[in-house]
């Protein structure tokens, strides 16, 4: 739903950089914060509970509905960019989040296999919250496209780089 109607609003949302600035801000605080609970993690007695297990169920779909908004402001900036037929744009934004629930089971079995992944995913959303600032702080000047196809590609090589069995209950 927010994505929908981040495209309907679309021209307004991408003229308004504080929310851009905003959603840049958040999505390093996404990075950082996993980067800290890692850290605070490796130190914590096994069987302890860590800082995830404070989260609510509504807390944590406000955190959804927030990090799916603040991702979709470059992925509809970028539709919006390619194509003005606003049906098309939204049927591809509602295909992409169809299929993410799809494979969702897929990607939560590769995190457990992965070791890096996790990690990896975290640092492509610290790249989204980067680009997102530097376009607002320096906007004569645009990263060329395969340099963020090439950057994304790299970190998924190095995400899927180390593999550990996983147990028989993860399988």
Known sequence: FLRVALILLAQWVLAFKPLQLLAGIYLLWLFLSHIWSKSSNSDTPTGSSGPSSTFSFPRTIVALALTDLAFSIDSVAAAVAISDQLILVITGALIG????????????????????????????????????IFTLIFSELHLPEWWTLLTVALLMIWGFSERKEPSASEV
């Open 97 to 132: 989040v169809v299929a993410l629930r799809f494979t969702s089971g897929l990607f939560i079995r590769w995190l457990n296999i992965y070791t890096r992944l996790e990690t990896a995913g975290y640092l492509a959303v610290a790249l989204v919250g980067i680009k997102l």
